[in-house]
C-alpha cells in the first residue's frame, strides 16, 4: 500500500505553484499511464512545473522527503512510462512551451521541454527549417528525447538520437547539469546527452533540449502502392535501402491495416499490403529517386503508383497513415488495442514480418501489422477482448514470441516504443549483463530510486 504523501511536502508545492499543484483525482487520472495491455497507475499528486526553477523546487522537494517522482509531458507512450508504480508526484512539463532559441546559421534551436514538434514547426514555418522527428503522436520534444522517439521519418534524418544535441537536466537531488555545448561533435569527456537521451525518466527530469535543424526541401512527393504479399512490399524498401536511395518515408501496412484505414477515413486504398512512400530532396532528385523506386516496386509485382504532390494531398495521405492506429482501434468494437513493436537487422525484416503474420493467421483476435520499414522497425495491433483469458493468454504468447524472433534475429524486443513495465524482461533476454550495468549508472544516480521507479528494470 502506497505511503500518504507529507503534509510537509503538499503544503510547500502548494505553496510553491498554487493552482499548478493537484491531488483530485480527476487530475491524477489524467497522468496515470497505463492504455493498450498495461493497467493505470495514478500518482498521488500532479505538479505542474512552468520554468526551469519550478522544476528545480518541484525535484528538490521531493528529494528531501523521500517522494517518487515521474515526468509527464503528453502521456502518448505505450509502455506505461509515466505511470505511477510507487505513488509520489507527476511532475507535468507540458506548461514549458517556449522556444528558447533558433540559430538560423547553425540549423538548431533550444525548446522547453514541453513544446510539442507540431508547435515547433509551426514556429519554424517562416525560417525555412523544420524539425523532421515524426513519432505520429505529438509528442513532446522533452517526452520524444527520454524515450529516444523515432517514427516514419527515421530512415532519412534518423530519430532523437541523432537529432539531439544537448540537455539541460534536473538530477534526483535537483542538481541543474547541461550536457554538451551546441558543437556539431566534441570528444570532451562522457556523452552524458546520450545517457539521458532515452533514460526514460529513470535519470533525472529533461527541462529543455537542443534539437538539429533541417532545410524544407525544395521538392516533396508522395505515393501509395500496393503488392501482392508482405514479403514483395517490404523487399522493395530493403533494395532501395540498399541501392543508397533517399527514401524520406517508406511505411507499410498490410490488408488488415489498410481495410481499417478505408472504413474509418472513407478512403479507396486497395486492400493489400501497401506501401506509403516519400521522396525529399531537390526536383531532379526526387524525380529520379521516385523513377528508380517505381522500377523496384514493378520487379516486385507492385501495383500503380498513386502520386500527392501539392500539400493538401500529401498531408491527407499521411493523416491516414499517422492514424492508423486508431483506425485499427476502432476496427473490433467492445476490444482493446495492445500495441507491441520490434527492430530487425532491415536484411532480416521480410522473413520476420512474413513469419509474424502466419502466426496471427491462427491468433484468436484480429490484428493488424505496420511499421517503419525503411528502418527494419514495425508494429503489431492486436485487437483483445479484455474480459476473455484466453485471448489474453494468446496476446502473451503472441508478444513473447514476437520479441524472442527478434532478438534472435539479432535485433531488439523494442524500436520504439521503449522499455517501461512493459518490456522489462524482454530488455534482460536482449542485453543481459548490460543491464546490470545500466542499474549501476541508476543506482550512483538515483540511490535511492526516486526517478520514475521500476521502469526499464525489474
Known sequence: MTTPLPAALLERLRTRLGDRFSTAEAVRNQHAGGGMHLPPLPPQAVAMANSLEDIVAIVSACSEFGVPLVPFGAGTSLECHVGAARGGVSIDL????????????????????????????????????????????????????????????TVRYGGMRENVLGLTVVTPDGSIVRTSRRARKSAAGYDLTHLFVGAEGTLGVIADVTVRLYGVPEAISAAVCSFPSAATATMSVIEAVQLGLPLARAEYLDPSAIAAVNAAFKTGHDVADTLFLEFHGAEEEVAR???????IAADNGGGEFHWATDEEARTALWRA??????????????AAPWSTDVCVPISRLAECIVQTKEDLASAPFSAAV?????????????????????????????????????IDMDGTCTGEHGVGLGKREALRTELGGAVELMKSIKHALDPRGLMNPEKIFI
Open 94 to 153: 507540458s506548461g514549458m512551451q517556449r522556444v528558447l532559441k533558433v540559430n538560423l546559421e547553425d540549423q538548431d534551436c533550444i525548446v522547453e521541454a514541453g513544446v510539442t514538434r507540431n508547435a515547433l514547426n509551426a514556429h519554424l514555418r517562416h525560417t525555412g527549417l523544420f524539425f523532421p522527428v515524426d513519432p505520429g503522436a505529438d509528442a513532446t520534444i522533452g517526452g520524444m528525447a527520454s524515450t529516444r522517439a523515432s517514427g516514419t521519418t
Open 289 to 295: 529517386c521516385a523513377e528508380r523506386f517505381k522500377g
Open 370 to 406: 505496420l511499421g517503419h520499414v525503411g528502418d527494419g522497425n514495425f508494429h503489431v495491433v492486436l485487437m483483445i477482448d479484455t474480459s476473455s483469458p484466453d485471448e489474453l493468454a494468446a496476446a502473451e504468447r503472441f508478444n513473447d514470441t514476437l520479441v524472442a524472433r527478434a
Open 321 to 334: 497513415r499517422h492514424h492508423a492506429g486508431l483506425a485499427i482501434a476502432m476496427s473490433r468494437p467492445g
